[in-house]
Structure formats: structure tokens, C-alpha cells
């Protein structure tokens, strides 16, 4: 049975632009925000549109990191993804191995800061990420979304395998 979506101590909130987030709000109908839990879970596991997956094959590149208009076009699609969610409050970013060659071994997308970057072996990953290098690295996945609780390890059919850690 997958780990609860949110930390202990937060719920799905809909915020006024009716997109679901995470708070840490105290809500006496505990049923509304399971089901609202239960609506972010399905929404997360739909298989992943042609435009993301191609969007995410471009972080390889190695151009956007010197581009910051073309990184901000990727967490666009990212966020076009998912539109009914706030999803830079529950997602941390996008882990895929690195194909530029030794010595790098992944490269990560920070959907908060905007930031692309490369990395190489034995090197950190910074904000949670790192959680993810080991399933980027043994492969079978195109890349791997990270969220507060959770990886979702995404296919290249654009299907999606949840992973706790």
C-alpha cells in the first residue's frame, strides 16, 4: 500500500484560484480532504502527455542552463501538466541521468528555483533530490519526479510507477 501523499499534520487545500495544494491547516471534515487526497493521488498517476515527456528530454541538452527563458518554458509545461494543482508546493523536482558524458551522472530540474543543473558522480543532490539518483541511475525510467513524500518514476510511454522512499 503506497505512503499517504502529505506529511502528517497537512491536508489538500483548494486555494481561490481553485487549484488543490498542501497546508497545514487543521479541517474538521476529514472526509472532504481524504477524498481531495485520493483526487491528487489519481491525478499524479495519469500517464504522462507527449509534450512533458518532450519537454523533460530536453534538460540533456545542456543549453537551457546558461538560459533561464527556456527553463521557465519547461516548469510551464510542467505546471500546464497539472493544471487544477499547485503543483510547486508538493512536487521538489525532476531527477534523470545525465547523458553529457563522464564525469557527470544526473542532471536535476529545481521547479522552485528554476534550476537546471548537472551533476557529477559521488556529488550531492541538493533540496530532497537525492532520493531519487540511485532509481535514475539504474535505469528503466526516463526521468524521475520527486514529491514531498514520494518519487514517480515516469516511463517512456509516459506511464507512471510510484515509488516511496
Request: proline share 4%.
Amino acid at each position: 500500500m503506497p505512503r499517504p501523499l502529505l506529511n502528517s499534520g497537512e491536508q489538500l487545500k483548494i486555494s481561490q484560484n481553485n487549484k488543490l495544494s498542501t497546508t497545514a491547516v487543521h479541517n474538521s471534515n476529514t472526509q472532504n480532504t481524504e477524498i481531495d487526497k485520493m483526487k491528487l493521488s489519481r491525478l499524479l498517476r495519469q500517464p504522462r502527455s507527449r509534450e512533458y515527456m518532450e519537454s523533460m528530454h530536453k534538460l540533456d541538452a545542456g543549453g537551457h542552463v546558461h538560459n533561464q527563458k527556456q527553463t521557465e518554458q519547461i516548469i510551464q509545461i510542467i505546471q500546464n501538466e497539472f493544471p487544477t494543482v499547485e503543483i510547486k508546493s508538493i512536487l521538489l523536482g525532476i531527477v534523470s541521468i545525465c547523458y553529457l558524458g563522464k564525469p557527470y551522472e544526473v542532471h536535476t530540474l529545481d521547479t522552485i528555483g528554476g534550476i537546471v543543473e548537472h551533476y557529477k558522480a559521488g556529488q550531492t543532490l541538493p533540496g530532497g533530490l537525492e532520493k531519487a539518483r540511485s532509481i535514475a541511475i539504474r535505469g528503466g525510467y526516463d526521468f524521475i519526479e520527486v514529491y514531498i513524500d514520494c518519487c514517480r518514476a515516469v516511463s517512456s510511454s509516459g506511464a507512471i510507477s510510484v515509488i516511496s522512499v
